[in-house]
């Protein structure tokens, strides 16, 4: 067990709906990251935030936004969604280094009809 | 980030040593050599790093070359558990603190 606690676990949903993904990073953790993992595209890096501001910005679609709350939590939102949104969405904290090791979550399979 | 280069797959026998390799022939002398696995579907788990020393923790050993370009990761005593994606990653303290993952190699530990 990481710490950190990812939900919903799975998720279905159709063509052209929202949804929001949670997840809370392990405690004392200031640092979040958010990655989806396709198929085809392997496990890649969306977004960042540390403390509450977005630090960093991967491939992540403008349909997909992310925040990060005061209490740490974050939630990453998706609208519109398409078949090719079908995934599994991962969420990782860190220390306050750069270099500190990422430790993740469970993931959210998200899977898109 | 500099790239890193990995067999895509291995077979090791359980309770042998399995040893990953993993080019990175363009690192620069800031950047570290991490590697994380990921067993099945399940978040990636850290599993060690380093800069240019050997390092051992509880569950591996890491080995980089004298000139960095390349590293082994070693576990020592493989079991059935072991059998996972493992990805080596080449990462820069500058570039942002994203982990940036390749193909990985799919290790098989067979009874």
């Known amino acids: 067990d990481s710490g950190v606690t990812q939900t919903p676990k799975h998720l279905i949903t159709a063509t052209g709906q929202r949804v929001t993904l949670r997840c809370s990073p392990r405690s004392g953790d200031l640092s979040v990251y958010w990655y989806q993992q396709s198929l085809d595209q392997g496990l890649q890096f969306l977004i960042h935030?540390?403390?509450?501001?977005?630090?960093a910005k991967g491939n992540i679609l403008e349909r997909f936004s992310a925040q990060q709350f005061p209490d740490l939590h974050s939630e990453l939102n998706l609208s519109s969604l398409e078949l090719g949104d079908s995934a599994l969405y991962f969420c990782a904290s860190s220390g306050p280094s750069g270099l500190n090791e990422q430790f993740f979550g469970p993931g959210t399979r998200l899977t898109v009809l | 980030d500099a790239k890193t280069t990995q067999p895509p797959s291995m077979d090791c026998a359980e309770g042998r040593a399995a040893n990953l390799p993993c080019n990175h022939s363009?690192?620069?002398?800031?950047?570290?050599v991490y590697w994380y696995r990921q067993i099945h579907s399940q978040g990636p788990q850290y599993i060690i790093h380093?800069?240019?020393n050997n390092e051992t923790n509880e569950m591996a050993s890491l080995i980089i070359t004298e000139d960095r370009k390349s590293s082994t990761l070693i576990l020592p005593h493989a079991t059935l558990r072991d059998t996972a994606v493992y990805y080596c990653?080449?990462?820069?303290?500058?570039?942002?603190?994203?982990?940036?993952f390749g193909g990985g190699t799919r290790l098989m530990v067979k009874p």
């Open positions: 935030y540390y403390n509450g501001e977005e630090r």
């Open positions: 380093g800069l240019k």
């Open positions: 363009t690192i620069s002398g800031n950047e570290y």
């Open positions: 990653i080449v990462r820069d303290d500058n570039a942002g603190n994203m982990l940036t």
